[in-house]
């Protein structure tokens, strides 16, 4: 009867154990991601390829070992591109990291429009939309989405 009486406190404290740490992860708020530059790799008839800058800033108070970030990135209201993050890194509780990712697209359509719109306004200021999931490597909540919007200076730096 000990021996049973001692199990159940054991499996009682696993338990609340775990149940403390589902709750503290369950809240984690998504990080916050921007995009620093845009740039121009490469281009032609069929294909364009864009180097992205990214920020990220983690408000939580634990570190968020990222896998990937799958996205898709729309400017100025039409949809440019979709993709995944290359490289896995870690952002520090309440600390930021900046990554690049390189990008493929194939919607030469969308930048004939992209273009039109930016030679109707000064500047090469665009508005973007960037939605999609964080992948953690680890830790009860993998994946976390996101939707940031802003605007981004369209420089063509190669």
Do not use: W
């Not at 990220?56 to 591109?81: C, H, M, R, W």
């Amino acid at each position: 009867m000990k021996r049973f009486m001692k199990l159940i406190k054991a499996v009682l404290l696993c338990g609340l154990m775990l149940l403390g740490a589902c709750v503290s992860t369950s809240d984690l708020q998504p990080p916050k991601l921007s995009i620093v530059s845009v740039g121009m790799v490469s281009a032609d008839v069929f294909s364009q390829q864009f180097r992205i800058r990214l920020h990220v800033q983690n408000p939580n108070k634990l570190e968020l070992p990222i896998k990937t970030i799958e996205y898709q990135l729309f400017l100025q209201g039409d949809s440019f591109a979709e993709g995944n993050s290359e490289q896995p890194f870690v952002v520090p509780a309440h600390g930021d990291a900046e990554f690049d990712t390189i990008i493929n697209t194939h919607f030469t359509s969308s930048i004939m429009r992209l273009i039109s719109k930016m030679n109707d306004r000064d500047g090469n200021m665009v508005q973007y939309n960037f939605v999609g999931k964080v992948h953690l490597s680890k830790g009860f909540v993998r994946k976390i989405p996101f939707n940031e919007q802003g605007m981004v200076d369209l420089n063509v730096k190669r």
